[in-house]
């Protein structure tokens, strides 16, 4: 059973950076497309990024594009998201997900909640002055 646990959140200023891991255990990410949402409170968890089981193919939301980057270090079984020029708008509760990709999947990426089976607890992201 793939278990995932995201690490890195905590406090930081308009502008500044963060990098936020979701380390896996129990199962290798080799075959597991990685999707981070956040969830803000009062409202729905959204998608940020994604990123297919190689590694190549991204995918970001429009509101995190040319700020976030979404990487994986499968040999590490990890998965990254750095978060540049960090915005008020961006606190949240971050969560990785995991899905296992077979056959053209492989080189998909995902960004939709219902697409993932395995969650972790998630992370709090605090961005204020």
């Known amino acids: 059973q793939l278990q995932l646990v995201e690490s890195g959140g905590g406090l930081v200023q308009p502008g500044g950076s963060l990098r936020l891991s979701c380390a896996a255990s129990g199962d290798s990410l080799d075959d597991y497309a990685i999707g981070w949402f956040r969830q803000a409170p009062e409202k729905e968890r959204e998608g940020v990024s994604s990123?297919?089981?190689?590694?190549?193919?991204?995918n970001y939301a429009d509101s995190v594009k040319g700020r976030f980057t979404i990487s994986r270090d499968n040999a590490k079984n990890t998965v990254y998201l750095q978060m540049n020029s960090l915005k008020p708008e961006d606190t949240a509760v971050y969560f990785c997900?995991?899905?296992?990709?077979?056959?053209?999947?492989?080189?998909?990426?995902?960004?939709?909640?219902?697409?993932?089976?395995?969650w972790g607890q998630g992370t709090q992201v605090t961005v204020s002055s």
């Open positions: 997900a995991a899905i296992r990709a077979y056959g053209s999947w492989y080189y998909a990426t995902f960004l939709r909640e219902y697409e993932y089976r395995y």
């Open positions: 990123v297919s089981c190689n590694g190549v193919n991204t």
